[in-house]
């Protein structure tokens, strides 16, 4: 499965014939930034009605810059090249435009680097000893966490609405304790850690991870995945179901209802596989 590195809402725009004129398309879509399987690093436009990728451009470092389009609207901009007169118009449909600038830089953080960290305007991480990590291990959280009574999501300090964001939730303050009073969770999430990791799993060992920079802009980068619709297939294979890709209330709300059947039923590890 490729790794999402960034994704957010913008639509595409074309050139109008024999002008210089760029018109936006109405149509909904999502810029996503991906390492892909081949190893190679993807930019892809998808469809966010239909599902269907229509671009896919494999982009090498340095090569790619995505700036605003002079005497536009100001939410226009364009993938351009070094290596050739390519040019690729899009215009950013996020329902804010609070965070523009933020996606921008990190487009072009990526596009300079793939392995670069994102940054976010979110709160710093203390400074305590880095880990590394992936994209993976903040979904992994959250789902695993859903066994604990709901316990992230009672902790978070705002209610849950439109605007709620999953670095509200997946913060160092909620997640020790979480740790600390379930120790059962911790085995289940170091599958979808770094190999690297100090054996047995440990609480210690999370908290690093958890602190660190890393995980912060995996989170970060994971909600703005959520926010795009479009990843059904990644919470399938978390046990959730398809419909909690396609945002963070449906993410969160399924989170929920599998905490309540977890607990009805007395517990996952006792429940029969019947498959």
């Not at 490729?2 to 398309?25: M, Q, W």
């Not at 436009?45 to 239909?50: D, G």
């Not at 849950?160 to 979480?178: G, Q, V």
Request: charged share 20%; hydrophobic share 40%.
């Amino acid at each position: 499965m490729s790794d999402i590195l960034l994704a957010f809402k913008a639509g595409r725009a074309f050139r109008r014939e024999n002008s210089n004129t760029v018109e936006p398309s109405p149509v909904k879509g999502a810029i996503i930034l991906t390492a892909g399987e081949d190893g190679l690093f993807h930019f892809t436009w998808k469809n966010r009605t239909t599902g269907v990728v229509d671009e896919d451009l494999i982009l090498f470092p340095s090569d790619a810059s995505f700036v605003k389009v002079p005497q536009s609207s100001g939410r226009m901009y364009v993938l351009k090249f070094s290596s050739s007169n390519q040019r690729h118009f899009f215009w950013l449909q996020d329902a804010s435009t609070a965070r523009d600038d933020e996606f921008v830089a990190n487009i072009n953080r990526l596009l300079e680097d793939p392995e670069s960290n994102l940054v976010w305007n979110t709160a710093s991480a203390t400074s305590q000893p880095q880990a590394s990590t992936s994209t993976q291990a903040a979904p992994a959280a959250a789902s695993s966490s859903s066994r604990s009574s709901q316990a992230l999501l009672a902790g978070s300090s705002r209610p849950a609405a439109p605007e709620l964001s999953l670095t509200d939730i997946l913060t160092p303050a909620n997640l020790t304790p979480l740790f600390t009073s379930h120790p059962e969770l911790i085995p289940t999430l170091f599958p979808h850690l770094p190999p690297d990791l100090p054996t047995p799993p440990s609480a210690e060992a999370l908290q690093r991870i958890i602190n660190s920079p890393q995980f912060r802009s995996a989170v970060s980068s994971f909600d703005q995945a959520l926010r795009t619709g479009m990843l059904g297939g990644l919470v399938r294979a978390l046990g959730l179901p398809e419909e909690a890709g396609t945002g963070i209330e449906p993410f969160l709300r399924a989170v929920q209802e599998q905490a309540d059947r977890d607990r009805s039923s007395g517990g996952a590890d006792d429940r029969m596989d019947t498959d």
